[in-house]
């Protein structure tokens, strides 16, 4: 299984996926680049999931907010007390591990994840590391005046409550919902983009009744279960619900549920839906100084909501979608690589190829029906390598259709169309091509 990490971290340098983070000075630790087709299969997932609950429900609106927080946000939210991780070193090969990611052998005594050491916590002792990165706003170097990267976007959403519901007037039960980058200084590293200190999340704050916290709770788990299944395509059987023991919930939360997936390095958070109670408005509302409760009309109450939060990240669905999608299958020629994406995350749906690029008639053909699809579906014109080749490149970056237009299709008027993945061919009229293509991506 590590074995494919390596192999899809390969694959996403080579076909610009992901590339390392400031990669011509040495790299970053944590940091990655997105590069073209990375980019735009990380814009459909943030796009699927807006579009389902932002634009295609009444009860959720959006919301941007700002990166760069006050200092007060996260003394009020517990960040800069509490947001941190507690680290050991191994003394035999000096990695460093968080304590509640390696296995524990006895109350004093943890097993290295690196080279099986034993770690005795009385001797490395267990050191605590704050996530916060904080910059400096001010002008004038020696006067600083600090502002914080935000660790979670839902921070922005509780302190625009107020502003939200005094601008749109939402009766409870109502959610906001963020897509946006988060920062946490991690320390343990190296798990590809699975952990990274600059990364994207989605995140929707559903407000409620208290009293209808739990069954709430309850359906936003099934709702995001099936989302990763239906609209983002993973398989069932990579996915499963977690629920949080009592001794590890945060000591505000009342519920919390993980949605795990079967990473090429085993099961791992890919989201967490937790019933964080009122904890969040309370605490803003007191340090602030601000009333964020909320009147009930109809029952002439007034109380602070509770707040049930599905937290998702992108980066981490992203991964997911390439361990899903990524096979390796025996053709004549070797093997071919080819990446079995839903057809609308594809970065690209249908490329399209003259078979002989130095044929001036193939080619101003594959150029037409290249613009002519191009408005429509996300298309690529590529005329750079033997037929072989452009398919091998399409497989990898899973397009799922290919068009080639031959000699044969001056006379016909006919083209060729290949399924990604059967490799199935099928002559189609110029004419029907997009309709074709639109066709398939309905079934
Ligand atoms: P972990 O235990 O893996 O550190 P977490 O419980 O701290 O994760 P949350 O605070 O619940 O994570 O954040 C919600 C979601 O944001 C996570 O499920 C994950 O998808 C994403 N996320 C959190 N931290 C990172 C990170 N460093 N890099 C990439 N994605 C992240």
Redesign the pocket.
């Known amino acids: 299984m590590e074995d494919k990490l390596q192999k899809i971290v390969a694959m996403c340098r080579r076909r610009g996926f992901v590339f390392g983070g400031s990669e011509i000075y040495g790299g970053l630790s944590?940091i990655w680049d997105y590069g073209p087709f990375g980019a735009r299969l990380k814009k459909r997932i943030k796009d699927i999931w807006w579009d389902t609950y932002v634009e295609k429900r009444s009860d959720i609106v959006g919301l941007d907010s700002s990166i760069i927080m006050h200092e007060d946000v996260f003394k009020a939210s517990g960040h800069l007390e509490g947001f941190s991780?507690l680290l050991v070193d191994c003394p035999k090969c000096k990695k460093r591990f968080?304590i509640?990611?390696i296995e524990k052998l006895s109350d004093t005594a943890y097993k290295c994840a690196d080279c099986g050491a034993i770690i005795d916590t009385k001797v490395s002792k267990p050191r605590k590391f704050n996530l916060m990165l904080r910059t400096n706003m001010s002008a004038i170097e020696d006067e600083p005046n600090y502002g914080y990267l935000r660790?979670?976007t839902a921070q922005g959403i509780f302190v625009n409550f107020k502003n939200v519901l005094d601008s749109v007037h939402k009766k409870l039960p109502f959610g906001i919902a963020q897509i946006g980058k988060?920062f946490?200084n991690?320390v343990t590293t190296g798990s590809f983009?699975?952990?990274?200190?600059?990364?994207?999340?989605m995140?929707i704050e559903y407000f409620v009744n208290p009293k209808d916290a739990d069954e709430l709770y309850q359906k936003w788990v099934e709702e995001r279960f099936s989302f990763y299944i239906e609209k983002i395509g993973l398989r069932k059987e990579n996915l499963r619900r977690r629920p949080h023991e009592k001794d590890e919930l945060a000591h505000y939360a009342k519920a919390?549920t993980?949605?795990e997936y079967n990473f090429p390095f085993g099961w791992?958070?890919?989201?967490?839906i937790?019933n964080r109670g009122n904890f969040d408005l309370s605490e803003h509302s007191r340090v602030s100084k601000k009333d964020l409760s909320y009147l009930d009309d109809a029952a002439k109450e007034r109380f602070v909501p509770y707040v049930i939060e599905p937290?998702?990240?992108?980066?981490?669905?992203f991964f997911a979608v390439l361990s899903d999608a990524y096979c390796e299958e025996p053709v004549n020629d070797g093997i071919r690589v080819v990446l079995k994406l839903k057809p609308s995350l594809a970065p690209i749906c249908a490329a399209v190829f003259p078979l002989l690029k130095n044929k001036p008639e193939l080619v101003e053909l594959a150029k037409n029906i290249f613009c002519d699809i191009k408005n429509k579906v996300p298309a690529s014109y590529d005329d750079a390598g033997a037929i072989g080749k452009l398919y091998r490149r399409q497989d990898e970056i899973g397009t799922p259709f290919c068009i080639t237009v031959d000699v044969e299709s001056l006379a016909d008027k006919k083209v060729t169309i290949r399924d990604r993945d059967t490799m199935r061919q099928e002559r189609v009229d110029v004419s029907k091509v997009l309709e074709f293509i639109e066709n398939k991506l309905q079934q």
Do not use: H, N, W, Y
């Not at 983009?193 to 999340?201: G, S």
């Open positions: 944590s991780d968080r509640d990611k660790p979670e988060a946490r991690e983009i699975f952990r990274m200190k600059e990364f994207e999340q995140e919390c993980d949605i791992s958070e890919l989201e967490g937790a937290s998702a990240g992108v980066d981490r669905t």
